[in-house]
């Protein structure tokens, strides 16, 4: 039987619990919560871990009576309640409820501690309306005390020292209990479940540091995940509905009405993009857990990773973001069938390789281009490499052969890098025309020669030879064929770079092993290990000289005609050694 909630019962537990935040000391709090804490270990965490509030979640019916308790507990007035994200996220996940329904807001009134320390007391606020279902979900979150937890500050948001504070808090038994980041307040949070020797009477403890710093809060979130398979195997089950959110995102054009500054309301968004408003709202709700947008009062606004999914956003992904939310994910519905016969399941699925279909479609072909060039954040560095630079100050300045180079933005951003060096693009004729437009706009047309063919074509007497993500694209025997061709076109003189995502050879977590299983689905190539290139180069007569590090998990692989690989190496090991991995 469920009791009656009352306003009282959460009045007292908040008032025990600005009395605690006003009565704690930061040295002598954390012995409690970590038993055997002490001496130089003590000392080094209490300079860099301040005590800053204690939490709880209340249940009010409204505003109205959430302001009525602190004023009973001596609170005084105090903001608006702000969105709560990783409690809300908490709760959803816990009960099984659509994050939309849960309207939980964050108030920290102010206390003073006995020392005259600023503190505050988090008071985390589910609206539970007369009749709206939730009473059962607060009768047990009132029992159980899951949010309610000790807090402390990070003095200095270092990466390193906030990884050595989590492995001290582990070392006297502490455990992961998850965190997220608030991107309304550019916070991140980690928790953790004390040891079950503590004597502070909190069983949850919260480290709170400024700014984003979701990429230690993966290691932490890995640790609490390992604990807890259902919630790691619900997250994994959604990762379809991610992928589909964000394309909806982009189809609608949402990113492309938004402002990354200001917000902007729902009802105005809805009317600009063609969606039903409550129906937009749950859908950008979902985005906000995501970091994708941000709400505030003023309503929803873009963070820097939905910023890419604007149409004119330098680097924009939003091309990449209807490929992979469309004929891929169409195509990956049928990843069984790859599994089980080996047929690539686009072409099960379509009746023909990706190529030939995009092609076909002049729409497709162009949307496919678009989405390419969205991943050209891996080329960044690329015009910087040594063999480029090396033939942009030959006499005469060198030739750049970009093989299969799509629309052109890698061979563009190396003529802008080296205005001495001249290109030469080879690729299918529909793609050609595409390039030489962006190209000339660029400024580059008249440094730039275009071929219209395929490998047989490639052009001879180019200095440097570029295959760029286009290797992955087949198969083992074709890609001899590929590498063939461009040796028989090179001078011995010339260097070929590749630029793949390399399979790491220790299993460790990459984008090319993700990558690997896209491949073998929609194209039937593959990712492949460095060594499994290096045998490819050498069945072409070619050999691996180096291989440097891209972003986005890729690598440019630097081969040259076996004979002259030899000079090559030894010239390239006096580089400096970054350029090596």
Same mark, same amino acid.
């Given at each position: 039987?469920?009791?009656?909630?009352?306003?009282?019962?959460?009045?007292?537990?908040?008032?025990?619990?600005?009395?605690?935040?006003?009565?704690?000391?930061?040295?002598?709090?954390?012995?409690?919560?970590?038993?055997?804490?002490?001496?130089?270990?003590?000392?080094?965490?209490?300079?860099?871990?301040?005590?800053?509030?204690?939490?709880?979640?209340?249940?009010?019916s409204?505003?109205?009576?959430?302001?009525?308790?602190?004023?009973?507990?001596?609170?005084?007035?105090?903001?608006p309640?702000?969105?709560?994200?990783?409690?809300?996220?908490?709760?959803?996940?816990?009960?099984?409820?659509?994050?939309?329904?849960?309207?939980?807001?964050?108030?920290?009134?102010?206390?003073?501690?006995?020392?005259?320390? /600023?503190? $505050?007391?988090?008071? *985390?606020?589910? !609206?539970? %309306?007369?009749?709206s279902? +939730?009473e059962? =979900?607060? #009768?047990?979150?009132?029992?159980?005390? /899951?949010? $309610?937890?000790?807090? *402390?500050?990070? !003095?200095? %948001?270092?990466?390193l020292v +906030?990884?050595? =504070?989590? #492995?001290?808090?582990?070392?006297?038994?502490?455990?992961?209990?998850?965190?997220?980041?608030?991107?309304?307040?550019?916070?991140?949070?980690?928790?953790?479940?004390?040891?079950a020797?503590?004597?502070?009477?909190?069983?949850?403890?919260?480290?709170?540091?400024?700014?984003?710093?979701?990429?230690?809060l993966?290691?932490?979130?890995a640790?609490?995940?390992?604990?807890?398979p259902?919630?790691?195997?619900?997250?994994?089950?959604?990762?379809?509905?991610?992928?589909?959110?964000?394309?909806?995102?982009?189809?609608?054009?949402?990113?492309?009405?938004?402002?990354?500054?200001?917000g902007t309301?729902?009802?105005?968004?809805?009317r600009?993009?063609?969606?039903?408003?409550?129906?937009?709202?749950?859908?950008?709700?979902?985005?906000?857990?995501?970091?994708?947008?941000?709400?505030?009062?003023d309503?929803?606004?873009?963070?820097g990773?939905?910023?890419?999914l604007?149409?004119?956003?330098?680097?924009?992904?939003?091309?990449?973001?209807?490929?992979?939310?469309?004929?891929?994910?169409?195509?990956?519905?049928?990843?069984?069938?790859?599994?089980?016969?080996?047929?690539?399941?686009?072409?099960?699925?379509?009746?023909?390789?990706?190529?030939?279909?995009?092609?076909?479609?002049?729409e497709?072909?162009?949307?496919?281009?678009?989405?390419?060039?969205?991943?050209?954040?891996?080329?960044?560095?690329?015009?910087?490499?040594?063999?480029?630079?090396?033939?942009?100050e030959?006499?005469?300045?060198?030739?750049?052969?970009?093989?299969?180079?799509?629309?052109?933005?890698?061979?563009?951003?190396?003529?802008?890098?080296h205005?001495?060096?001249?290109?030469?693009?080879?690729?299918?004729?529909?793609?050609?025309?595409?390039?030489?437009?962006?190209?000339a706009?660029?400024?580059?047309?008249?440094?730039?020669?275009?071929?219209?063919?395929?490998?047989?074509?490639?052009?001879?007497?180019?200095?440097?030879?570029?295959?760029?993500?286009?290797?992955?694209?087949?198969?083992?025997?074709?890609?001899?064929?590929i590498?063939?061709?461009?040796?028989r076109?090179?001078?011995?003189?010339?260097?070929?770079?590749?630029v793949?995502?390399?399979l790491?050879?220790?299993?460790?977590?990459?984008?090319?092993?993700?990558?690997?299983?896209?491949?073998?689905?929609?194209?039937?190539?593959?990712?492949?290990?460095?060594?499994?290139?290096?045998?490819?180069?050498?069945?072409?007569?070619?050999?691996?000289?180096?291989?440097?590090?891209?972003?986005?998990?890729?690598?440019?692989?630097?081969?040259?005609?076996?004979?002259?690989?030899?000079?090559?190496?030894?010239?390239?090991?006096?580089?400096?050694?970054?350029?090596h991995?």
């Open positions: 039987m469920i009791t009656t909630l009352s306003g009282d019962s959460d009045t007292s537990r908040l008032r025990a619990t600005v009395d605690f935040v006003k009565e704690q000391d930061t040295a002598a709090l954390l012995p409690l919560l970590l038993p055997g804490l002490d001496g130089p270990e003590l000392r080094a965490l209490a300079e860099r871990c301040r005590f800053s509030h204690a939490a709880l979640l209340v249940f009010p409204d505003e109205a009576e959430l302001r009525a308790m602190l004023t009973d507990c001596g609170l005084g007035a105090v903001p309640p702000r969105p709560s994200v990783v409690v809300r996220e908490r709760l959803a996940l816990r009960h099984r409820r659509p994050v939309a329904e849960l309207d939980i807001g964050i108030v920290r009134p102010s206390v003073v501690g006995v020392g005259g320390e /600023h503190r $505050t007391v988090e008071v *985390f606020a589910l !609206t539970v %309306p007369p009749g279902g +939730l059962t =979900l607060a #009768a047990h979150e009132r029992e159980r005390q /899951h949010e $309610t937890h000790l807090a *402390f500050d990070i !003095t200095a %948001p270092d990466p +906030l990884r050595g =504070l989590c #492995a001290t808090f582990a070392r006297y038994g502490a455990t992961p209990d998850g965190g997220g980041y608030n991107p309304h307040e550019n916070g991140t949070v980690f928790y953790f479940d004390a040891p020797e503590a004597k502070a009477g909190y069983r949850r403890v919260e480290l709170y540091v400024p700014g984003d710093h979701r990429d230690v993966a290691d932490h979130l640790g609490h995940r390992a604990r807890q259902a919630e790691t195997l619900l997250r994994l089950l959604t990762g379809a509905w991610t992928t589909q959110a964000l394309t909806v995102f982009a189809q609608l054009g949402v990113a492309d009405a938004m402002d990354g500054e200001r309301g729902v009802t105005e968004l809805a600009e993009v063609g969606a039903r408003p409550e129906n937009l709202a749950t859908l950008l709700r979902y985005l906000v857990m995501l970091g994708v947008v941000a709400e505030g009062r309503g929803f606004r873009l963070t990773p939905g910023g890419l604007r149409a004119d956003a330098p680097g924009s992904m939003r091309a990449l973001a209807l490929m992979y939310g469309g004929p891929f994910y169409r195509s990956f519905a049928e990843l069984g069938h790859t599994v089980r016969t080996g047929e690539v399941a686009f072409e099960h699925l379509f009746g023909e390789n990706h190529f030939d279909h995009f092609a076909r479609d002049p497709l072909a162009e949307l496919f281009d678009r989405s390419m060039a969205a991943g050209s954040a891996m080329f960044h560095p690329l015009p910087a490499h040594p063999v480029l630079t090396a033939a942009a030959a006499p005469g300045g060198g030739t750049v052969v970009d093989v299969a180079g799509g629309n052109g933005e890698l061979l563009g951003r190396v003529l802008a890098a205005p001495r060096l001249k290109g030469v693009l080879l690729e299918r004729p529909h793609a050609v025309e595409a390039a030489r437009r962006r190209l706009e660029a400024g580059h047309g008249t440094r730039c020669a275009f071929v219209a063919g395929d490998f047989t074509d490639v052009p001879a007497g180019g200095g440097v030879y570029v295959l760029s993500r286009v290797l992955h694209d087949w198969d083992d025997e074709r890609c001899r064929e590498l063939r061709h461009c040796a076109a090179m001078p011995d003189h010339a260097d070929l770079l590749v793949e995502r390399v790491p050879s220790d299993g460790s977590a990459s984008l090319a092993t993700a990558w690997d299983l896209h491949m073998m689905c929609n194209v039937g190539g593959r990712e492949r290990r460095a060594d499994h290139y290096g045998r490819l180069f050498a069945d072409a007569g070619l050999a691996l000289v180096d291989r440097s590090p891209l972003p986005l998990d890729g690598n440019v692989l630097h081969a040259r005609k076996t004979g002259a690989a030899r000079s090559a190496r030894a010239t390239s090991a006096g580089r400096p050694a970054r350029m991995v």
